[in-house]
T-cell receptor, first 112, second 113 residues
Framework: KNEVEQSPQNLTAQEGEFITINCSYS?????LHWLQQHPGGGIVSLFM???GKKKHGRLIATINIQEKHSSLHITASHPRDSAVYIC??????????????FGKGTKLSVKP | NAGVMQNPRHLVRRRGQEARLRCSPM?????VYWYRQLPEEGLKFMVY????????ESGMPKERFSAEFPKEGPSILRIQQVVRGDSAAYFC???????????FGQGTRLTVV
């Protein structure tokens, strides 16, 4: 049964700073998800990745399968990036892909 | 292509009433997932459905909760005889295939008074 740890829990940055959020999990996985939850509560799926690195705009997600670790980076952060960032992995390797276990989230606040 | 649509966005129910939450997946998506986010807690998986089938309901409370995804129409999460502890945000997500590259709805915020 997988467990997910995210760090930091809270992060305050100045506009323009480079942000890193970390996620570690305990059991081998087929894919890891990064999600963004805005203050209004809606959830957006940012990335699903199973190896290497993915980039979308100013967001970069990396995963190291051997280390069971993933990072989400935000370059040139902006106040509109302020949100809770959540990583999620399948509960069991090879199990139902929708049965995800979620990290507690990292609350990011970017100050102008 | 409209995203995942959940309604209502906000639902208030008195203790003992029934709550029905609806989720219309994205066009072409046949997999639906329901998650619950209790106040000050993280998201938790509830149930995974495909059209007319429950694939994994290991996260569903044993009583009062049920889910369906009929051949036609939205997926429904039904909570009977609601209690205060059911107050939460309920999210659904849908995907076309496995593995999940899921798209989330805006959620339904249920308040039980």
């Amino acid at each position: 049964k997988n467990e997910v740890e995210q760090s930091p829990q809270n992060l305050t940055a100045q506009e323009g700073e480079f942000i890193t959020i970390n996620c570690s999990y305990s059991v081998g996985i087929s894919a890891l998800h990064w999600l963004q939850q805005h203050p209004g509560g809606g959830i957006v799926s940012l990335f699903m990745l199973s190896s290497g690195k993915k980039k979308h705009g100013r967001l970069i997600a990396t995963i190291n399968i051997q280390e069971k670790h993933s990072s989400l980076h935000i370059t040139a952060s902006h106040p509109r990036d302020s949100a809770v960032y959540i990583c999620a992995v399948p509960l069991n390797y090879g199990g139902s892909q929708g049965n995800l276990i979620f990290g507690k989230g990292t609350k990011l606040s970017v100050k102008p | 292509n409209a995203g995942v649509m959940q309604n209502p966005r906000h639902l208030v129910r008195r203790r003992g009433q029934e709550a029905r939450l609806r989720c219309s997946p994205m066009k072409g998506h046949s997999h639906v997932y329901w998650y619950r986010q209790l106040p000050e807690e993280g998201l938790k998986f509830m149930v995974y459905l495909q059209k007319e089938n429950i694939i994994d309901e290991s996260g569903m409370p044993k009583e009062r909760f049920s889910a369906e995804f009929p051949k036609e129409g939205p997926s429904i999460l039904r909570i009977q005889q609601v209690v205060r502890g059911d107050s939460a945000a309920y999210f659904c997500a849908s995907s076309r295939d496995r593995p999940v590259e899921a798209f989330f709805g805006q959620g339904t915020r249920l308040t039980v008074v």
